[in-house]
């Protein structure tokens, strides 16, 4: 089955600077890669996507990339805020399935 | 549009005891999954289902659990007999799944946490 990479589990930044989150997949049929957004006692929430016939997506101060050659694709959250501070996820599915496999998670904590 | 609803958003019940969860999708999703989330984890995947039929279910869904999704509308997730290993956060999902998409975006519920005693 498909395995999800996460790193790093833990993360501090200084409020203005820039996160960076990567997640490696090992099923090279995979296509779809969310990112959620889980704050304490909360649902995961969608914060940006991409898929496989995409290289890089933008949404305002957070950007995803993806490397389907080294099948590795990551998360970049630029000009931190304190309310960026949560769980971050990456997840993976590809066509044929509907479940999403999650990564283990990173804890972004954006020091003021 | 209300988003995914989940009910109760906490349970503790004592081992032995079978519960039931419901989660109410966003409204016209075709699509409904159940995830479990243990501490420090992510979310693993349980079971999904295409209006009221249950396709796909994970090694993870052991003969106590079983769900139901009558008239493709909400869904129940009932666990008989808990155990103090079923503990955990129930995350449910929706989406619309169409034709032309290989893959549809799921929307998450604020899952119910369960703790069994």
């Known amino acids: 089955g498909e395995n999800v990479e996460q790193h790093p589990s833990t993360l501090s930044v200084q409020e203005g600077d820039s996160a960076v989150i990567k997640c490696t997949y090992s099923?090279?049929?995979?296509?779809?890669f969310p990112w959620y957004k889980q704050e304490l006692g909360k649902g995961p929430q969608l914060i940006i996507d991409i898929r496989s016939n995409v290289g890089e997506k933008k949404d305002q101060r957070i950007a995803v990339t993806l490397n389907k050659t080294a099948k590795h694709f990551s998360l970049h959250i630029t000009e931190t805020q304190p309310e960026d501070s949560a769980v971050y996820f990456c997840a993976v599915t590809r066509g044929s399935a509907r479940q999403l496999t999650f990564g283990s998670g990173t804890q972004l904590t954006v020091l003021p | 549009d209300t988003g995914v609803s989940q009910d109760p958003r906490h349970k503790i019940t004592k081992r032995g005891q079978n519960v039931t969860f419901r989660c109410d999708p966003i409204?016209?999703?075709?699509?409904l999954y159940w995830y479990r989330q243990t501490l420090g984890q992510g979310p693993e995947f349980l079971t999904y289902f295409q209006n009221e039929a249950q396709l796909e279910k994970s090694r993870l869904l052991s003969d106590r659990f079983s769900a139901e999704r009558p008239k493709g509308s909400f869904s129940t997730l009932e666990i008989q007999r808990t155990e103090q290993g079923d503990s955990a956060m129930y995350l449910c999902?929706?989406?619309?799944?169409?034709?032309?998409?290989?893959?549809?975006?799921?929307?998450f519920g604020p899952g119910t946490r369960l703790t069994v005693l």
């Open positions: 409204s016209e999703h075709n699509r």
């Open positions: 099923d090279s049929a995979s296509n779809y």
């Open positions: 999902a929706s989406s619309l799944a169409l034709a032309y998409i290989r893959t549809d975006t799921q929307y």
